[in-house]
């Protein structure tokens, strides 16, 4: 009787759960970008930043 019980309960917890995400609303598709997009240009590299210091990690590892 206790396993028949728990097989129904684990039963309806997967089948609500599998349910809820059924009700999606909205549309897929990807929304509008609220700011214009400009394409990458491959020819510009990211700039050097100096490396940034933790002193409390810079001890640990030294």
Known sequence: MGSAVRIL???ALVTAVGLS???RRGS???????HPEVQADPATKMSKAPDRRLPILDRLIE
């Open 9 to 11: 309960i684990t039963l």
């Open 21 to 23: 995400a059924c009700g």
């Open 28 to 34: 897929l598709e990807r929304p509008q970008p609220t």
